[in-house]
């Protein structure tokens, strides 16, 4: 696949707004943030936020996204059941996709899963680890054994998702609890990442670990293939030596 | 768990009304005509159907319900969104839930897969042959190697389907396709058992093996727990610091 | 399956003898304390040991063994290689297994897995909580939401298996650390399970939850079927309509 | 990744020597042929036999292989367990390996397997068409729906192997039976792929189809990490306790 590809990141901006800390924080937004440290020579980015027409997921907008990556946290009810529908069927065709954090609650990594998305959570400065336990996949390139992040929202088990098909890191948090933080699932034709850090009162889109991940895992989740759904008829491919007409229904009976 | 144990068939109920050939293979319904073979003095079986007030589903009769087999065709469209929001709820609590033939298309099978459901198919009287790939497994007791078909609608791959947690059967057909035919998922607290024969105009639930797959597989798929959902703010269990020398030997001891 | 099944636990039975701390928490052997806990009118229970012959284990011992629980540590390098052989053909053919802490780097397991079985440790006597991450799962019927152990020696990530399964339970360590400490694997027509708690010179055998999940894996890893290698020279089950003279070695080319 | 990177084509290299009509298919050996189609400018390709001393698989070869290819028959038994575990290990610190045909049945995939590898087979030219059930996997590219050979041996389910972490192929045989031919597993920092098609009496490995799925499979199974086995004891890594009010929001910060 030729570069750059496209990643188009895809933030709720609305605590930026309300809230100085969050603002003080990310000055531009989350989605700027993001999208700063994603842009390169190989990946171009735009960004697209809640409030704009179509929450700025436009068809043209996603005929040219290779991954999307998608924070949200307080307003998951504004976003727009078609929307949802729209960016889900891009995935199954091949469209990636990367999750942030309370991002596990959106409507769109909700339908994608099939659960409830589910968790334990407090917001008291634990200490963050986050344990490496895949090291050789491509999202953990980089990383290490392990990485910090000194305050965090928690987030804790039972996490509501399917069984990962790869589960990558593994996070301990100082108050007792451990949580799943970074795992794929192949759904359709997409790649889906799921990465737990990213409580938006912390500076932790700014940690280099953090950044070099969900940089690991846009370039991962890169689609290979676009294929439409489809649900055909099909003429039998093999010369039928089997007597179509043999099995009358008359014929066939387990009685 | 103390049996006897509950299972509700349900069925769709319209092509036996309309096609006179579906009427004389089944002519109580399909619906009826599984629940019969799945009753039993461990087993209690109701059926509901899709024109019934709430298609049969009421909260009380899911009160009532360990597992759901589910049958769909013609009128998939038609199911209520609520109600499917109501089923699914009650599988991710714990409910099992058995999907048989053209339900891969059914809207709670759908949803709680995330994925399009879609496949090859072909109504030309295929012989299928299911192959047990996983003869360990409770699904698969008292089914031996394989078994026949002898005329089915074909379904073929690709079945836009996640990687089921265990596949237990894969099918060959005469037209030369192969179909995973038995597959499992954990979904929430959930055991859900999809399984492919059953078209409406052969007589496939009247297959000896079809009934012992069934029958297996409701037993298999009956909850261990029933769990609501919740995303609980939780306080910290850890009481710090950890006192390396708090735990002598000695003052360790369970008895 | 009728009851009741033949659980056997098998233990090195070498620390008890060297160190009186371990002596003082195991007065019988600590398969003897394993042993204990497992009787029941359901459950007839043998224990063996390394420095039986055969390490307890002939083949008429296994024959009657539907379960084999291992706890190994200082001398898997005792252990007879052909016994190995013996017990892990005994797995594929449908016997369960229950492999407890330090046996994840037992031979048996080591060939079960592929794989390296390599973790880290310390024996510091940290405090560890077991989450249960799959509350759905037989093994984890009974154990709540978490469990705790106030001090045992601490494993940790990466570890060397392939991806479990299923994933039950991960533990927290107060040092820092993370462990996926409760996986099953399905291999052949057996059941496998491992589980990490049980240091040798911590009483962890006599904690009530500790009991309580390996009672359920020794449930859970019971066989339904025993079914002895093979790989058949197959005559066609089809007939076939393709003629196997049709394609001479010289007819058949792509160059 | 820098490019090129260094592929090892492994044959038993004795059917030619013994069988007129295998040395007329493939006049340099089997290896060679698959050798040839594999080189290019991005991968440097050496081969290594049977009989050549430690079959080719020397410390000094290894080293400089990033992918290991396969292909054994009829001499398994006379590979050296030495080398077999020498190579087990390359391929759990991050060596790819891909495994051909009958090589299902080499010390070396049983190994990393750990289960018995059984299936069934059969030597009467049947046609087989491969399908391709994940089409957005990169070994899949290029491939199409399926694929047909027109004549090869059979194998048939159940195959005697771990659950693949993820199924690419499964093939349809003119006598009636199915077969999962193209799976997958992550073995420590390793990645394995089995590919069904290639008996030595059929021109197979020029089949342009199975060269592409070859080609990829190569280039998949490429290491991104080489890390050698350790058990390692570890120090506690957290610093106790953790002080909740440390970590201000002014505090923290990562530019």
Redesign the interface.
């Known amino acids: 696949m030729s570069n750059p590809f496209h990643v188009t990141v895809w933030g709720e901006f609305r605590h930026e707004k309300k809230n100085p800390?969050v603002a003080e924080?990310y000055p531009q937004g989350m989605h700027e943030s993001i999208a700063a440290f994603l842009r390169g020579p190989d990946i171009e980015v735009r960004t697209a936020t809640l409030d704009e027409p179509e929450h700025g997921l436009t068809e043209s907008v996603l005929d040219k996204t290779d991954v999307l990556v998608w924070w949200g946290h307080m307003a998951h009810g504004d976003v727009n059941d078609e929307i949802v529908e729209r960016a889900?069927r891009r995935v199954?065709e091949?469209m990636g996709l990367v999750v942030l954090h309370s991002g596990h609650?959106a409507k769109l990594f909700k339908?994608?899963?099939?659960?409830?998305c589910?968790?334990?959570?407090?917001e008291?400065?634990?200490?963050e680890?986050v344990?490496?336990?895949?090291?050789?996949?491509?999202i953990a390139?980089g990383i290490g054994?392990?990485f910090e992040i000194?305050?965090e929202e928690?987030y804790?088990?039972?996490?509501?998702i399917?069984?990962p098909?790869?589960?990558i890191f593994?996070?301990?948090?100082?108050?007792?609890?451990?949580f799943?933080s970074g795992c794929t699932?192949?759904?359709?034709?997409?790649?889906i990442f799921y990465f737990r850090p990213g409580h938006e009162?912390?500076?932790t889109y700014?940690?280099?670990q953090v950044q070099r991940v969900i940089l690991n895992a846009v370039d991962w989740a890169r689609?290979?293939?676009r294929?439409p759904?489809?649900?055909?008829?099909?003429?039998?491919?093999?010369?039928?030596?089997?007597d179509?007409?043999?099995?009358s229904?008359s014929a066939?009976?387990?009685?």
Chains 1, 2, 3, 4 share one sequence.
């Not at 589910?118 to 407090?122: P, T, V």
């Not at 344990?131 to 491509?138: D, E, K, T």
């Not at 179509?244 to 099995?247: V, Y």
């Open positions: 800390r924080i889900k199954l091949g609650y339908a994608l899963m099939g659960t409830t589910s968790l334990k959570w407090r008291a400065n634990d200490k680890r344990w490496n336990v895949m090291p050789a996949h491509p390139q054994e392990y000194p305050a928690m804790g088990e039972p996490f509501g399917p069984a098909d790869e589960l593994i996070s301990w948090f100082t108050g007792g609890e451990v799943r699932w192949y759904r359709g034709n997409g790649r009162t912390y500076p700014h940690h280099p689609p290979s293939v294929i759904d489809a649900c055909p008829n099909s003429a039998p491919l093999e010369a039928l030596p089997h179509p007409e043999a099995h229904h066939v009976g387990y009685k």
